[in-house]
């Protein structure tokens, strides 16, 4: 059974740097073909992709928001960690890791099966 | 990137089908057959419903079905069912390597 939970700050300030933290069960993020992701939703508003890693370290970041994401991982952990730097009150979201599996299926198709619950992050001074 | 197109909101009534439109271009939609749609009720996890444009994961009603042309993408929802009614989200593959999502839509069941 997969499983993911998000964790990390509830209330960061402006300028501050996110540090967000995906821990998983129920696979292994150095089996092969196997990835993990993080989306958005600030309220009200739509999904955003943000960034996804792959098993072999191929690292995918959000062309509108590369300069200030950093995905990486740690297996012995179960985790992956996203952390967005200059953080400003429109990056207000919930944050949402996801698994994605692309064993039957080309890496590309990038589909997200087993999501977390979410994690809502408001940034305010 | 921008986020792909889709309708604000549609509607129906139970029992009949729906059917929800994802335009982007020929740099995501329409250059690669990498679509996904997204059930997603608000406060919880989105969920899985269509990938790679067509397909079904185990344990997602046959109500559910995808299909594309050109560079627009459909789900179609037959027999329409009051907990149907939520938000669903459509995704694809991009030439940047990276995907995108919809707008979003809102469907309600009369």
């Known amino acids: 059974q997969i499983t993911l939970k998000e964790s990390g700050p509830t209330l960061v300030k402006p300028t501050q740097t996110l540090t967000l933290t995906c821990t998983f069960s129920?696979?292994?993020?150095?089996?092969?073909?196997?990835?993990v992701g993080w989306i958005r939703q600030p309220p009200g508003k739509a999904l955003e992709w943000l960034a996804l890693i792959f098993w072999n370290d191929d690292k995918r970041y959000s062309p509108s928001l590369k300069s200030r994401l950093t995905i990486t991982k740690d297996t012995s952990k179960n985790q992956v960690v996203l952390t967005m730097t200059n953080m400003d009150p429109v990056d207000t979201a919930t944050y949402f890791c996801?698994?994605?599996?692309?064993?039957?299926?080309?890496?590309?198709?990038?589909?997200?099966?087993?999501w977390g619950q979410g994690t809502l992050v408001t940034v305010s001074s | 990137q921008s986020a792909l197109t889709q309708p604000a909101s549609v509607s129906g009534s139970p029992g009949q089908s729906i059917t929800i439109s994802c335009t982007g271009t020929?740099?995501?939609?329409?250059?690669?057959?990498?679509v996904s749609w997204y059930q997603h009720h608000p406060g919880k996890a989105p969920k899985l419903m269509i990938y790679?444009?067509?397909k079904r994961p185990s344990g997602v009603s046959n109500r559910f079905s995808g299909s594309k042309s050109g560079n627009t993408a459909s789900l179609t929802i037959s027999g329409l069912q009051a907990e149907d009614e939520t938000d669903y989200y459509c995704s694809s593959y991009t030439s940047t390597t990276t995907w995108v999502f919809g707008g979003g839509t809102k469907l309600t069941v009369l």
């Open positions: 020929s740099s995501d939609v329409g250059g690669y057959n990498y």
């Open positions: 790679d444009v067509s």
């Open positions: 996801a698994h994605t599996d692309c064993s039957s299926t080309s890496c590309r198709s990038g589909y997200l099966d087993y």
């Open positions: 129920g696979f292994s993020i150095s089996t092969s073909e196997v990835g």
